[in-house]
């Protein structure tokens, strides 16, 4: 599961959230623990505009947010 090994740039990830997100699908999320790593495919993702009624976020932002 090794193939391309492409890091994505931290400007990428700036662009709006509903442009980044269809762009996830089908790549890896690695997380690099002491003894090793976890590779996992994404399959799906959701996204919403500030705007959005389903955004958690529409009315103010949250402190999970602000990290």
Known sequence: ????TQI???????WPSTSVAPDLVGCSL??????????RAIVKT???S???PACHAKE????????
């Open 60 to 67: 103010q932002r949250t402190p999970r947010e602000a990290m």
């Open 46 to 48: 959701e996204a919403y």
């Open 8 to 14: 994505v740039e931290s400007f990428w990830l700036a």
């Open 30 to 39: 690695v997380r690099q623990f002491p003894d090793g790593e976890t590779i």
């Open 1 to 4: 599961m090794r193939g391309n």
């Open 50 to 52: 500030p705007e959005d």
